[in-house]
């Protein structure tokens, strides 16, 4: 990777595969928006175990461990350029190792203040606005939060690396805030946008960065209009517990380990090259490949997107 400039009080904001995909496609969407990208990948050692390995026609694939890549935005305004770390999986053991490994590279890059994203499940409608729950490491940041009249977590636990990277950015002194989106507990197996812009939107005031949302809220629109005629069956039935499945229903089956059809991949190849073109297309392409949840079996050639240069082109990952 080239070498890095001068970095202007970067941040670091990370997030991890969870529930409701919420910080996940947070960051994806803040890669997309901002054309950042990639500088440098993490060696995760053997903190990560295969549980599983691919098979695709009968053959069966190395298996391989789960990647971890920053990414980086210059801010034009020189305020604070912005650090991204993508992991696609959390380790399995030695979270705290792996924590203090990433803050050791934060540290070299000088970097003042840690952000993870990740979700809150509680029971809120699905159709109501998401609020945002936080947390920070210290009472500056604390009171930056109620500035914001953001939902403070008064007590309680955050689990995982959105956890424990800034328990460990707490021991070193280092300024860390939680930023979680509100989501429905009883839809916690989909992906939920509208929790991902309330993220988003509260990390963009601290930042004081200009993000066009549009997009996104397209797909929130999208998902208020499907839960809204799931709303309306299940009270038609009476029956509140079928509005999970009732949602299920838009969405197409998964396909990880099916064939997709010619149209279906006609249809990525189309927003691969316009995703090279444009990285700011980026977004809409991976909204397809999560409603075909084929998005495992692209991740690596979605990611190389934001690889510095011209992106290679190429099949599934």
Known sequence: ??????????????????????????????????????????DVGDQFGAEEVEVQG?????????????????????RHDQLVLLGEAQPQWGQ???????????????????????????????????????????????????RLELEIVEEGQIGGLNGVLLGAAAEVGLRGVCLMGEMP??????????????????????ARIELDFAMLAEQVAEMDQQLG???AAAERSNNGGEIAHSVEEFSPPSRAHDRLSDAQREKIEELFAGALRDRGRSFELKQTLDQLRVFDLYEDRFLDLFKPGEPGEGGPA
């Open 229 to 231: 005629t799931a709303l």
């Open 96 to 146: 705290s190792e792996f924590c203090r490994k990433v803050l050791a590279q934060a540290r070299e890059l000088r970097v003042e203040r840690v952000f993870t994203f990740a979700a809150m499940a509680t029971a809120m409608h699905p159709q109501h606005r998401s609020r945002v729950y936080a947390a920070a490491t210290t009472p500056e940041d604390l009171a930056e939060l109620r």
């Open 1 to 42: 990777m080239p070498d890095l400039p001068e970095l202007k009080h970067p941040w670091l904001v990370a997030a991890w595969p969870g529930m409701g995909n919420v910080g996940l496609n947070a960051l994806v969407y803040l890669l997309s928006r901002l054309e950042m990208r990639m500088f440098r990948e993490i």
């Open 58 to 78: 009968g053959l069966i694939r190395p298996g391989r461990r789960p990647r971890h890549r920053f990414y980086l935005w210059e801010d034009p305004q020189r």
């Open 185 to 206: 507990h009883i839809l916690m197996r989909l992906a939920f946008p509208k929790a991902s812009q309330a993220v988003l939107e509260a990390f963009t005031a601290m």
